[in-house]
């Protein structure tokens, strides 16, 4: 690693998918917890550059975000929630965002559960919708099943944070990777889900009031934009 490189590089998107702003809004966390440093590529979705062959060796899968951690001999991880856990096991010895799975496994258990609950359902049902909802060819059908879905899954969140500030922890819980990886998903829930309010969903739009007005979820929110 050369003196003028930070320890990571992030791969992210021309302009801030949550995917992005999930894995920068943590880096932002990280380094205002622990120091650690990050630089990052934007890739030119308009040009397909996610596809070209210097990036699928990267990540075969031809997708961002992607973590090049220079400090581990260039280790690659690509998948959001993989990179998370990454960046917790290496960069957070402290456990500032997540929980210790041998002395707090219950905790960790859950917060990893709810991760893959964002990974699994929110995120591909809210894509899947936007999809079909933007495609030339329009499918009543599709889009009534993914808008229903999304519904549906924001109700379990709803239900979840009843009493709770937080997705997972002991009594109202920490602000921990199930919310950063939840959160940017729900945020775009005017654009992406065609969802207006969040008033049918109150425990949820007061979690996620929470989740945004943390300064790294600004400032991870910009890393996809111009404005950083």
């Given at each position: 690693m050369s003196q003028d490189s930070k320890p990571l590089h992030l791969y992210v998107g021309s302009y801030p998918t949550p995917n992005s702003v999930a894995v920068c809004t943590y880096l932002d966390e990280l380094k205002a917890n622990t120091g650690v440093?990050?630089?990052?590529?934007?890739?030119?979705?308009?040009?397909?550059?996610?596809?070209?062959?210097?990036?699928?060796?990267?990540?075969?899968?031809?997708?961002?975000?992607?973590?090049?951690?220079?400090?581990?001999?260039?280790?690659?991880?690509?998948?959001t929630s993989a990179i998370l856990l990454y960046l917790a096991q290496h960069y957070d010895k402290g456990y500032a965002f997540w929980f210790d799975p041998e002395k707090d496994a219950n905790n960790y258990s859950e917060m990893v559960q709810w991760i893959f609950f964002a990974h699994g359902g929110i995120g591909p049902m809210q894509g899947q919708y936007h999809h079909f909802a933007q495609a030339p060819e329009k499918i009543p059908y599709a889009q009534k099943r993914y808008l229903e879905e999304t519904k549906r899954l924001y109700g379990v969140l709803n239900i979840r944070l009843n009493g709770r500030d937080y997705l997972a922890g002991d009594g109202k819980g920490k602000y921990s990777l199930a919310d950063i990886k939840a959160f940017p998903w729900v945020k775009i829930h005017p654009l992406v889900a065609s969802i207006e309010t969040l008033d049918e969903f109150p425990n949820v739009k007061a979690w996620l009031a929470r989740c945004v007005a943390r300064e790294a979820s600004v400032s991870g929110a910009a890393v996809g934009s111009s404005g950083k």
């Open positions: 440093d990050y630089d990052f590529t934007r890739i030119e979705f308009s040009k397909n550059t996610q596809k070209e062959d210097w990036f699928v060796k990267l990540n075969p899968n031809g997708r961002i975000p992607v973590l090049v951690d220079r400090t581990r001999s260039d280790f690659i991880v690509f998948e």
